[in-house]
């Protein structure tokens, strides 16, 4: 492990969620699953989707009824980091 592991950028504090939330580019929909959630970003999980771009709109459901303009920051297998603009 390295210093640089050791570090966690992000400048707010996360919590965990699971909720269902809508990804929309263009005028396609992807369904994917909120797993953690910020003031500054957050956490999906796209399924077997890789062909999500790297800006999108994040539309939060049911409780949160939030929509998000997002930008990726990190993909890993399955799952997306975005920061919300």
Known sequence: MTATDLIDLRTANRRRVLEMAMIRF?????CCTLCSLSETGAALDVGAHSDI???FTLIAFPSKQK???C??????????GVSFR
């Open 26 to 30: 263009g005028d396609m929909s992807v």
């Open 53 to 55: 771009p790297d800006r």
């Open 67 to 69: 929509i998000y303009s």
């Open 71 to 80: 930008t990726v920051v990190w993909r890993k297998k399955t799952r997306i």
